[in-house]
């Protein structure tokens, strides 16, 4: 069975599906990964009902399921500031003007 940081994406079609997911699920989480380990790229906030996630399942097979796993890791937590007008962490880099305004990602 499942453990409560589980969950699958089913797949009641004939043929392979790639399909954006919208799911809640209760708990404090902030990554995903597939049955296989791999990082799922994934949009997620947390309020008062859990963890709301946005992902693209890839690859669901026809008649079939993928298992993912919910994850707190503090490392996707972090950020630095690298220098005056740049904030950074693992996924993106965002610089600043003079004024506080957003120059590039």
């Given at each position: 069975?499942?453990?409560?940081?589980?969950?699958?994406?089913?797949?009641?079609?004939?043929?392979?599906?790639?399909?954006?997911?919208?799911?809640?699920?209760?708990?404090?989480?902030?990554?995903?990964?597939?049955?296989?380990?791999?990082?799922?790229?994934?949009?997620?906030?947390i309020d008062e009902n859990g963890t709301h996630f946005i992902f693209e399942a890839a690859h669901i097979p026809a008649y079939?399921?993928?298992?993912?796993?919910?994850?707190?890791?503090?490392?996707?937590?972090?950020?630095?500031?690298?220098?005056?007008?740049?904030?950074?962490?693992?996924?993106?880099?965002?610089?600043?003007?003079?004024?506080?305004?957003?120059?590039?990602?």
């Amino acid at each position: 069975g499942l453990k409560s940081n589980q969950f699958a994406v089913w797949n009641f079609l004939g043929w392979n599906v790639d399909s954006t997911v919208s799911f809640c699920m209760k708990g404090n989480y902030n990554s995903l990964t597939d049955e296989n380990g791999n990082i799922v790229p994934v949009y997620s906030t947390i309020d008062e009902n859990g963890t709301h996630f946005i992902f693209e399942a890839a690859h669901i097979p026809a008649y079939g399921y993928r298992v993912y796993t919910a994850h707190l890791t503090q490392d996707e937590m972090k950020s630095s500031i690298s220098s005056d007008y740049v904030l950074e962490n693992k996924y993106i880099k965002a610089q600043l003007d003079d004024n506080g305004h957003l120059v590039s990602i």
